[in-house]
């Protein structure tokens, strides 16, 4: 679920087996979106490998590689319960590649939290979450690029310069 659509929350259990978290009261259990995991790890890249390997859907970008010294992991959410969003990002892991004698191994490496540089996870809008990101990243507006389900945030941020990116 979306954390707007959760009953109960904060604290959660990790499944390190299926890198999921569940409520400690009442159980929901919390998951990952289709390849975000995947996406992250190809961002912080330690593999040095392109995205297709990582994921299986990668299409038309499974040759995209990203330098983890220029690519900055950052958050931009109007949760409407922030400890519960920062609890799980503590939580939830990163998937990592790791190499060995030509066999590549899928891991949960470092947590979510780990991989963020920037974070604003409060109420607010979107626009002014990312006009704190960049004043605080000092990274032009051009230069981020933002992914969201709701095509009013997409509009709206991609105002600011933003390339924006609707998400299904």
């Known amino acids: 679920p979306e954390m707007y659509q959760m009953r ?5 259990r990790y499944d390190s087996a299926k890198n999921t978290c569940a409520a400690e009261r009442g159980g929901e259990v919390v998951r ?6 995947e996406i992250w790890g190809c961002l912080r890249n330690k593999a040095g490998l392109p995205l297709g390997a990582y994921c299986d859907s990668a299409g ?17 959410s109007c949760c409407d319960e922030p400890d519960w969003a920062r609890d799980l990002l503590s939580k939830l892991r990163v998937v990592e ?25 409060r109420y607010g809008n979107k626009c ?16 981020m ?8 945030h997409i509009r709206n941020v991609g105002g600011l310069g933003v390339t924006a990116v609707q998400t299904p």
Do not use: N, W
């Not at 109960?8 to 959660?12: E, I, V």
């Not at 038309?60 to 900055?72: E, S």
């Not at 590649?97 to 030509?102: A, F, G, I, T």
């Not at 690029?145 to 009013?152: E, K, L, R, S």
């Open 32 to 37: 990952l979106l289709g390849d975000v995991a």
């Open 8 to 12: 109960s929350g904060a604290p959660f």
């Open 60 to 76: 038309k970008f499974a040759g995209a590689c990203f330098d983890p010294r220029q690519t900055r992991i950052c958050i931009a």
């Open 128 to 143: 002014g979450h990312h006009r704190d990101i960049q004043e605080a990243s000092g990274v032009d507006f051009r230069d």
């Open 97 to 121: 590649l790791q190499s060995k004698e030509d066999q590549v191994t899928r891991v949960y490496g470092e947590t979510m939290a780990d991989a963020v540089t920037f974070e604003q996870i």
């Open 145 to 152: 690029v933002f992914f969201d389900d709701q095509h009013g």
